[in-house]
Structure formats: structure tokens, C-alpha cells
């Protein structure tokens, strides 16, 4: 799998946005305002913090609004290209459909690539979204989709999956076992364009019907719902969710994983105690539930903050990881993100995922992964508290500028370690420390 910030994301923003009316009426749709910020900015930011940094912006409709605000990406720290949609010698625009309009960027796609679309707003781990394609493309396939579970919520359901496989997808024949949707987020080998002639008119919605008729579309089921921006009502609501979010900061407990909220477990192959290496081994500590939940009730958020090198060390493998989180976030639903280092600057020659091999500035006692956090959410810093029953989470707590919390014995060398610049509170489990804090006020007394 290579490191995200070598995969090209290529957006699609070409429509006109004719349900908005008037609203679209001098503004391309991915640049409507939202709190004074376009609305493409807050999916671009959850798009960077993951790690892209190479973009492909296919635009139509008022284009040169898009390029004059992007640029080259630069100021972002980003490289943007661009692909205006095809004209005739008149200057008339051609609606070649999603389809068309990706193939006449073909002289510019990558061998693999992501696709987004500009007017929707994807709250996911487009890590895994990586990993699970180029796992998936080893066996053949050619294309992943996520999906949402929709029972017809959002739009009609047009995917037929069962035992964790994309049986049909098709948007033009309904059928009753129909209970995901696609949910805009794909990956595509640029292979599937072959055979298309530039100007050509076709959805790539056909393209993804045919593959998974063949077997060779992948999916991925994700959780958290979509925003778009298509019709006024769907833009409102949009507007009330971006001012709850990123406009009023919320007071936030980073926690550590193992050791924290579960349990460390013995691994047969190394004959010493570990980190879950399945998701079936993962087990919560007693009262570690209960304690999100109280978190959650006095307004914090809960971030899970963990550094897991397994895959790097060849322990095994990236997707066990993700799984296993996927499990501890069914397990205890009130969790608002997993941020994983997944990284170890050693390795192992075993290791599959080569690029997680190298330094980095998420790996705890580094901030990154704080960071990260703060660039998703709005984060309340001075009401925020780190816990963990590592020195580095404690040091890197404090290189955040949080109160910390040491879960567990205290113990001499933890201290010299900290250079004996002591945690706020020490507690020997998340609940005691949870119980021991005065939430409302945000303060942590060591007892």
C-alpha cells in the first residue's frame, strides 16, 4: 500500500447545481458559502489531515472561481492540477457525465487514484479506504466503493451486499435486497477507462455496474452518514452541522487504547504480552465503557490516541488493525475517532505495507495525531485532558499543552523517564480517573 501522500485524489466539480436555483446562480456549487468558508474547504481539510497531498480538480461550471480561490494549492501545502470539461470549437460546454468527464482527464490520471465529488462532505478513514483497495486489487479487483447501510434514508439503496461482499451495484434496476448505497468515495485502477473514446457520454456509474457483475468491485462498508449539498434543504442542514462542529469548540479526553480501554493480551508467537492482533482478542477493561459514557454525557468529545506498529513490524497485517478498531468502536459507539499511528521507524522485513516504515510526527511522544484531531474538530484545549499508562503518552500530553492522566502503578522508572515532571492525576484505572475529575469545571487533582 503506498503512503497517502503519494496517492492522487481526483475531485469532481463540474456540476451545475440546477436544484439549488438561485442559490448556485453566480457561484459554482463546491464554492457556496458555508460560514464564510467555501464548502469544498471543509471536506479538502478532512482530505489533508489524512495526508493527501496530490489533487486533480475536474471543473466545469464557473471554473475559473475554483482555480482563482485554489491556486496550485500551495498556500495549503498541496499540489493541485486542474481539468476543465470538454468544449466544442464554439466554446460550448459537452456534459459528457461523471464518465465522459473522467476520461477526458485521462492524460492525467495516475495509474490508481481516489475519487471524490466536490458537493459532499465524507467523514471517513480514507486510510483504510487505500488499504482495502490495494489488498483487494491483488486479487483482482479494479474499483472499491464504500457503502452505507440506507434502507432507503438518504436516497434509494442500490447495492446488494452480503457476507461482506458487493454482490450487484446498479442505480437504474431497484431490487428488493437493495440496502446500501454508494456513498461517494471510491478508488479506480485507471485500466477500468480503457475502451472509452475521449467525448464519449457515459455515467461511471455503468462502469461500476458492469464490474461488480464481474466480480471485480470491491466494497467497504462505512458507518458515518454523508452531507451534500444538492438540494437547499441538504445545504441548511449542512450549515447547522459545519457551525455545531467546527464553530464551537468542545472540551475533548484523548485516550490511550491498550492498557486503557483494553485489555493487553499474550501473544503465542512472541511469548510476550502484546496489543490484540485480531479482533476477536480484543477485550474491554472493566469500567472503560462506562467511563466514555460518562465523558460523553458531561460534553466531551472522546478521542482514542494510539500508537500501533504491528503491520510496520509484520506482526501482522494493516487490515487486522482496522478491523480491530472497527470492533472496538462497536463495542463502545459513544467514541468519536480512532487516530492511529500506524507507523514504526524500523519495521521488519516481514512487514507487507512498506511505507509504514519511516519516521514520522504522529508516533506518540510526538503530537501529531492531537493535531490531526484539532484540524477535524473544534477542540476546547484548555478544558482537554491526555491519558494513557505510557511515558509517552504522558510526554506527549504535555508537548500538547494538556493536563495528563497516568492510568496504572507509577513506578520509578516512569518517573525518570518523564524527567520527573510528574502527570496531573494518577489513577489505576480510566474509571477511577473519570470518577476522580470534576468534569463540569474541568479540573484534575492528583489525591
Known amino acids: 500500500m503506498p503512503a497517502l501522500f503519494d496517492i492522487q485524489v481526483v475531485v469532481m466539480m463540474g456540476g451545475v447545481g440546477s436544484r439549488l436555483g438561485e442559490i448556485v446562480a453566480s457561484c459554482p456549487k463546491p464554492m457556496l458559502p458555508v460560514w464564510e468558508k467555501p464548502f469544498f474547504e471543509y471536506e479538502l481539510k478532512l482530505l489533508t489531515a489524512a495526508g493527501f497531498r496530490k489533487f486533480l480538480f475536474c471543473t466545469g461550471y464557473l471554473s475559473s472561481e475554483i482555480e482563482d480561490h485554489f491556486g496550485t494549492g500551495e498556500k495549503l501545502g498541496i499540489s493541485i492540477d486542474y481539468q476543465r470539461d470538454a468544449r466544442d470549437d464554439m466554446g460550448k460546454t459537452h456534459l459528457l457525465g461523471t464518465g465522459g468527464a473522467l476520461r477526458h482527464a485521462y492524460p492525467k490520471l495516475e495509474e490508481d487514484f481516489m475519487l471524490v465529488y466536490a458537493d459532499s462532505f465524507m467523514d471517513i478513514d480514507y486510510r483504510e479506504v487505500v488499504c482495502r483497495y490495494f489488498s483487494a486489487k491483488e486479487k483482482g479487483a479494479l474499483s472499491l466503493m464504500t457503502l452505507l447501510r440506507n434502507d432507503g434514508l438518504f436516497d434509494k439503496s442500490n447495492v446488494i451486499y452480503k457476507d461482506d461482499r458487493l454482490v450487484l451495484y446498479d442505480k437504474t434496476d431497484p431490487d428488493p435486497e437493495m440496502a446500501h448505497i454508494d456513498y461517494g468515495v471510491n478508488m479506480f485502477s485507471r485500466t477500468v477507462l480503457e475502451g472509452y473514446e475521449d467525448g464519449e457520454r457515459f455515467d461511471l456509474s455503468a462502469i ?10 470491491e466494497g467497504l462498508v462505512v458507518t458515518r452518514r454523508f452531507y451534500e449539498i444538492g438540494r437547499p434543504e441538504s445545504y441548511r442542514e449542512f450549515t447547522d452541522y ?3 462542529r467546527f464553530g464551537h469548540p468542545k472540551k475533548a479526553a484523548f485516550l490511550d487504547r ?7 493480551v499474550y501473544n503465542e508467537d512472541t511469548e510476550l504480552l502484546d496489543s490484540p492482533m485480531k479482533p476477536e482478542e480484543l477485550k474491554l477493561i472493566p469500567g472503560a465503557a462506562d467511563a466514555v459514557r460518562r465523558l460523553k454525557e458531561a460534553g466531551f468529545y472522546v478521542f482514542i490516541i494510539t500508537n500501533q506498529p504491528a503491520a510496520a513490524k509484520g506482526k501482522t497485517g494493516l487490515g487486522d488493525l482496522f478491523d480491530i478498531n472497527k470492533r472496538l468502536r462497536e463495542l463502545i459507539p459513544e467514541i468519536d475517532e480512532v487516530f492511529v499511528c500506524f507507523h514504526h521507524p524500523k519495521g521488519d522485513a516481514r512487514c507487507r505495507e512498506r511505507s509504514l516504515i519511516r519516521k514520522c510526527g504522529c508516533r506518540k511522544p510526538g503530537t501529531g495525531l492531537i493535531e490531526e484531531a484539532c484540524t477535524r474538530y473544534a477542540v476546547d484545549m484548555a478544558g482537554s ?3 494513557g499508562d505510557s511515558y509517552t503518552d504522558i510526554k506527549c500530553g504535555k508537548a500538547a499543552g494538556l493536563r495528563t492522566v497516568f492510568i496504572g502503578d507509577y513506578k ?10 510528574k502527570p496531573d492525576m494518577t489513577a489505576p484505572g480510566l474509571y477511577d480517573a473519570v470518577c476522580k475529575m470534576d468534569l463540569e469545571r474541568i479540573q484534575i487533582i492528583d489525591q
Do not use: P, T, Y
Open 412 to 421: 520509578c522508572d516512569v518517573c525518570a523517564r518523564l524527567e520527573f515532571d
Open 242 to 244: 459545519a457551525a455545531e
Open 385 to 387: 485532558f491526555m491519558a
Open 208 to 217: 461500476q455496474h458492469e464490474l461488480s457483475l464481474e466480480g471485480k468491485l
Open 258 to 264: 491498550d492498557g486503557v480501554i483494553n485489555e493487553i
